[in-house]
């Protein structure tokens, strides 16, 4: 996959070469990591508070800024004045700049109906694949795909943790030089080690906490609790620590903006972090 790069994300890498190289038994490097916001500007303002204490080296977002019927211009110009943040697209920004409006869900069609010019250019400087650093490498899905699941398996009336032969076939031909590997698109947060010792870390979702889709077949995703999630990683004497962070903020006033958008099956995802059995057949295209 050849990755087109920008300036920022030069930048961003040299910086992160030069943190890495100064001495790599050493050296401190500290991460946080989002992902999923989903147009949710509340949570997303939460986790960067919650940040903002932890002294990190470095921001990056792993995609899926937008879409739902929450806050997407808002969020979008957040983002964008992120300017010392890494940020990757995930499958919704592709499928908000190349689906038409009939083939639009509901989450990307609202979406799509708010953002203006400056938004879609924005939307096409990201990829879903960076190198951050000779050791570092980011991704939405996997390296290899923006719908793919990394670190979760879905079968027939099944949704369960990836098994170490998944999570090593899905590395795909990423380098022993890669330490870390941060992974978004399933809103779960989870570390998994693969058999090579790679770290693959998933920071679960800053805004939206349980879904519902049909790909490759129907499934669930609940987190339990409302909270936005959001990680941490730090390299020390040459290992990476990971952190997973829970961190609450006022989801009342984001289910209820969900209600008036006539989108109840979003209401009690955003509430409780969980699905009503009759909505999960329709909070079916947010992963």
């Not at 899926?64 to 979008?76: H, K, R």
């Not at 699941?149 to 090593?168: H, I, K, M, S, W």
Request: aromatic content about 6%; proline content about 5%; overall charge negative.
């Amino acid at each position: 996959m050849t990755l087109r790069r920008t300036a920022r994300h030069e930048t961003c890498e040299r910086e992160n070469h030069r943190l890495f190289q100064v001495n790599p038994k050493v050296q401190r490097m500290r991460i946080a990591i989002v992902s999923d916001i989903h147009g949710n500007l509340p949570a997303l303002e939460a986790a960067v508070k919650d940040i903002a204490r932890r002294g990190v080296d470095c921001v990056v977002n792993l995609g899926d800024n937008l879409s739902g019927p929450l806050m997407p211009l808002e969020t979008a110009q957040f983002l964008m004045a992120q300017r010392d943040w890494v940020h990757l697209a995930g499958n919704h920004e592709r499928q908000l700049l190349t689906l038409g409006p009939g083939e639009r869900g509901l989450s990307d069609a609202f979406a799509h109906s708010q953002l203006g010019v400056k938004e879609f250019a924005w939307l096409a400087t990201l990829k879903p694949v960076h190198r951050l650093s000779r050791e570092v490498l980011l991704c939405h899905g996997t390296p290899t795909s923006d719908i793919e699941y990394f670190l979760e398996t879905v079968e027939p009336g099944n949704f369960r943790a990836a098994n170490a032969a998944e999570v090593d076939a899905r590395l795909g031909d990423v380098g022993a030089e890669v330490e870390l590997i941060a992974c978004g698109h399933t809103h779960v947060p989870r570390v998994v080690r693969a058999s090579s010792g790679q770290l693959v870390v998933n920071p679960g979702s800053v805004g939206l906490q349980a879904y519902s889709d049909v790909r490759p077949y129907p499934h669930v995703v609940e987190t339990g609790a409302p909270d936005a999630r959001y990680a941490v990683v730090e390299r020390v004497g040459g290992e990476w620590i990971s952190t997973l962070v829970s961190v609450p903020y006022g989801f009342g006033e984001m289910a209820a903006l969900a209600v008036g958008r006539k989108r109840t099956d979003w209401f009690r995802a955003l509430s409780t972090g969980c699905l009503a059995p009759e909505a999960t057949r329709r909070i079916d295209e947010c992963c």
